[in-house]
C-alpha cells in the first residue's frame, strides 16, 4: 500500500516533469524551424560611457517571437539550444546579423561603436569558431570593434581548450569581457587567467547598490581590482539615476540598462545613434 502512494506521488510529479518536457520539446522543434528559416532576432541595448552620456557599445541579445507563443526568453531557449545541440547555429545567426548590422552602422559614420555578443561555454566546446574571422572580414570590421561576452563560469570551464580560444580572440584584437561578474563561483586567478579587457557587474550586485552594503563592496572591490589590470568596468542593470550617481561616485565608467534605453531594434539602435541621444548624468554630489 504505502509503495503505492508513493508511487502516486511519484506520478503527479512525474505529470508536471513530463509537461514540462513536452513544451520544451515543441519549443525544440519550433526552434529548429526559426533558426532554419533565420527568423532569430537580434536587439542591440546601448552601453553608456557615463563622463560623456553618448552610446559606446551595444550588446547583442538575440530575440524569438515565435508565430505560436509570442516572446520567449532567451534564457528559455537558449537553454533549449545548448541542450538540443541547435546553440552552434543559433550563435552564427546572431554573430552574422551583429557584425551585418555593425557594418550598417560604420556606413552610416559611427566608426567608433563596438559591439558585444554572447557566447555561451557549449559554443566554444562544439563548434568550430573560425567562421568568427570569415563573418569579420566579410563585412570589413576592424577586429579591436568586436567584444564578446562570457560568463565567469565559461571562464573557469577547464578542458575544453576555452583559453586557448580567447587568447587566439585576444590576439586577433577582439576584446574579452566577463558577463554577470559576481555570480559564479570565481577564482580570481582564473578570471585573470582570461586576459579579460572588461568586466560586466551582474545586475544583482547594481539592483540594491544604494542600501546593501555587500554590494558596495563588491563594486568596490571590482573597481580597485579592475584598475590595477587596467580593464573597463561594465555596470548592468542600471535602472535609477541615484544607481547612476553611486556607480560614477564609485569610479564606474560604463552603465547599461534600461535607466537608458532596454534592447532595441536595429532601427531604434540607429536612430539613438543618428539623433545623437545623450543618456542624462546626474551631477556628482
Ligand atoms: P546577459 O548577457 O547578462 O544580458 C543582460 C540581460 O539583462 C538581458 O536580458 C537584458 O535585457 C537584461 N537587462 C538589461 N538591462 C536591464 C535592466 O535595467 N533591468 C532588467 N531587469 N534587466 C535588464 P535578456 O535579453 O533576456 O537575456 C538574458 C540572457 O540570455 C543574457 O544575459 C545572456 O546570458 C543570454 N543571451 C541573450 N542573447 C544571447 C545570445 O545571442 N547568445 C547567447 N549565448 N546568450 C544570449
Ligand atoms: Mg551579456
Ligand atoms: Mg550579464
Ligand atoms: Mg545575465
Same mark, same amino acid.
Request: hydrophobic share 40%; aromatic share 10%.
Given at each position: 500500500?504505502?509503495?503505492?502512494?508513493?508511487?502516486?506521488? *511519484?506520478?503527479?510529479?512525474?505529470?508536471?516533469?513530463?509537461?514540462?518536457?513536452?513544451?520544451?520539446?515543441?519549443? @525544440?522543434?519550433?526552434?529548429?524551424?526559426?533558426?532554419?528559416?533565420?527568423?532569430?532576432? /537580434?536587439?542591440?541595448?546601448?552601453?553608456?560611457?557615463?563622463?560623456?552620456?553618448? /552610446?559606446?557599445?551595444?550588446?547583442?541579445?538575440?530575440?524569438?517571437?515565435?508565430?505560436?507563443?509570442?516572446?520567449?526568453?532567451? /534564457?528559455?531557449? *537558449?537553454?533549449?539550444?545548448?541542450?538540443?545541440?541547435?546553440?552552434?547555429?543559433?550563435?552564427?545567426?546572431?554573430?552574422?546579423?551583429?557584425?551585418?548590422?555593425?557594418?550598417?552602422?560604420?556606413?552610416?559614420?559611427?566608426?567608433?561603436?563596438?559591439?558585444? *555578443?554572447?557566447?555561451?561555454?557549449?559554443?566554444?566546446?562544439?563548434?568550430?569558431? @573560425? #567562421?568568427? #574571422?570569415?563573418?569579420?572580414?566579410?563585412?570589413?570590421?576592424?577586429?579591436?570593434? *568586436?567584444?564578446?561576452?562570457?560568463?565567469?563560469?565559461?571562464?573557469?570551464?577547464?578542458?575544453?581548450?576555452?583559453?586557448?580560444?580567447?587568447?587566439?580572440?585576444?590576439?586577433?584584437?577582439?576584446?574579452?569581457?566577463?558577463?554577470?561578474?559576481?555570480?559564479?563561483?570565481?577564482?580570481?586567478?582564473?578570471?585573470?587567467?582570461?586576459?579579460?579587457? /572588461?568586466?560586466?557587474?551582474?545586475?544583482?550586485?547594481?539592483?540594491?547598490?544604494?542600501?546593501?552594503?555587500?554590494?558596495?563592496?563588491?563594486?568596490?572591490?571590482?573597481?580597485?581590482?579592475?584598475?590595477?589590470?587596467?580593464?573597463?568596468?561594465?555596470?548592468?542593470?542600471?535602472?535609477?539615476?541615484?544607481?547612476?550617481?553611486?556607480?560614477?561616485?564609485?569610479?564606474?565608467? #560604463?552603465?547599461?540598462?534600461?535607466?537608458?534605453?532596454?534592447?532595441?531594434?536595429?532601427?531604434?539602435?540607429?536612430?539613438?545613434?543618428?539623433?545623437?541621444?545623450?543618456?542624462?548624468?546626474?551631477?556628482?554630489?
Amino acid at each position: 500500500e504505502q509503495k503505492r502512494n508513493g508511487r502516486n506521488g *511519484i506520478s503527479i510529479y512525474d505529470g508536471k516533469l513530463q509537461a514540462e518536457y513536452l513544451r520544451q520539446l515543441r519549443l @525544440k522543434d519550433r526552434l529548429i524551424k526559426a533558426i532554419s528559416e533565420y527568423k532569430i532576432q /537580434v536587439y542591440y541595448q546601448p552601453i553608456i560611457d557615463i563622463e560623456t552620456g553618448k /552610446v559606446c557599445k551595444f550588446e547583442a541579445l538575440t530575440r524569438w517571437f515565435d508565430e505560436e507563443e509570442g516572446y520567449i526568453s532567451p /534564457v528559455i531557449f *537558449i537553454e533549449i539550444a545548448e541542450k538540443y545541440g541547435l546553440i552552434g547555429d543559433l550563435g552564427k545567426i546572431v554573430f552574422d546579423k551583429a557584425c551585418c548590422d555593425l557594418a550598417g552602422m560604420r556606413q552610416q559614420g559611427f566608426t567608433d561603436i563596438c559591439i558585444s *555578443i554572447n557566447r555561451s561555454v557549449r559554443e566554444f566546446s562544439n563548434c568550430d569558431q @573560425k #567562421y568568427i #574571422y570569415d563573418i569579420i572580414e566579410r563585412y570589413n570590421l576592424p577586429f579591436d570593434k *568586436i567584444m564578446i561576452e562570457i560568463t565567469e563560469s565559461a571562464a573557469l570551464d577547464e578542458g575544453n581548450n576555452i583559453l586557448e580560444l580567447l587568447s587566439e580572440f585576444s590576439q586577433k584584437g577582439i576584446s574579452i569581457a566577463i558577463d554577470d561578474f559576481g555570480t559564479g563561483y570565481s577564482s580570481m586567478s582564473a578570471i585573470i587567467a582570461n586576459k579579460p579587457n /572588461v568586466i560586466k557587474i551582474d545586475r544583482s550586485f547594481i539592483i540594491d547598490i544604494e542600501h546593501s552594503v555587500e554590494s558596495q563592496i563588491l563594486v568596490s572591490l571590482v573597481m580597485d581590482m579592475s584598475r590595477k589590470l587596467n580593464l573597463d568596468v561594465v555596470a548592468e542593470g542600471v535602472e535609477s539615476e541615484a544607481q547612476v550617481r553611486i556607480l560614477s561616485k564609485m569610479g564606474c565608467h #560604463y552603465i547599461q540598462g534600461f535607466y537608458f534605453s532596454p534592447a532595441v531594434e536595429i532601427e531604434q539602435a540607429m536612430r539613438l545613434l543618428e539623433q545623437n541621444e545623450v543618456c542624462t548624468i546626474p551631477a556628482y554630489v
